[in-house]
């Protein structure tokens, strides 16, 4: 049976925050475009009948998805499990600060957090353990439903990595923008057997709509 899920990125987060590792350490709020953007993206996401809505903890995301709140009748459910992944030493420091001060590459970032070389970060074992855990969970409770899920970046790149069992590494080459839509159907039965199709794939409203 078919499940489909809108993976949606939060808005833009505040000036002083790009590009900077936040992670989950670093609560942040939405800049003035992120709130432009979240409720551009509310009035494109209105346009689908959703069954139910989940999303991270964290306050980008709950700002987010407040504009969809007229739309949608019901509240999010929370789930811890769909947090930022935890930087360690690297929150709160730039891209250039990473390199000069811990002298790793940021581009290479989810190569040295699957070799554990961040002090202080969660390994990416445990960040997909708990992403895994959180997915299948949505699955098993809205099995054959529409499921919109705002969480983060990461955590849509650790979706796409269970989902369509690919190495979580292989998508550092995907973009998942600010605001952005994500459309997967989970068990489309095809040529005999069932599998995992992407249908939209970084979608921003807030840039491609008039």
């Known amino acids: 049976m078919k499940t489909t899920l809108f993976l949606i990125r ?114 990416l074992a445990t960040f997909q353990g708990r992403l895994d855990a959180s997915v299948d969970q949505i699955l098993r409770e809205q099995m054959g439903k529409t499921v919109a899920i705002f969480c983060h970046g990461g955590v849509i790149r650790g979706i796409l990595s269970h989902l369509l069992r690919q190495p979580l590494r292989w998508f550092e080459h995907v973009e998942i923008d600010y605001a952005s839509a994500t459309w997967v159907d989970v068990g489309v039965f095809k040529a005999g057997r069932s599998r995992n199709e992407i249908h939209l794939l970084n979608f921003t409203p807030w840039r491609d709509l008039p």
């Not at 800049?31 to 009948?49: D, V």
Request: proline content about 5%.
């Open 10 to 123: 939060h808005g833009e987060v505040e000036t002083k925050y790009h590009r900077i590792f936040g992670g989950s350490r670093i609560d942040m709020e939405l800049s003035p475009a992120g709130h432009e953007q979240a409720s551009r993206l509310a009035s494109w996401l209105a346009r689908t009948e959703f069954h139910a809505v989940y999303a991270s903890p964290m306050r980008r995301v709950q700002l987010t998805y407040e504009p969809f709140r007229r739309h949608f009748p019901g509240e999010p459910i929370v789930l811890p499990g769909l947090r930022e992944i935890d930087f360690g030493d690297w929150t709160g420091f730039g891209w250039n600060e990473v390199e000069e001060r811990f002298g790793m590459s940021a581009y290479d970032w989810l190569e040295h957090l699957q070799h554990d070389r961040v002090t202080g970060a969660e390994s």
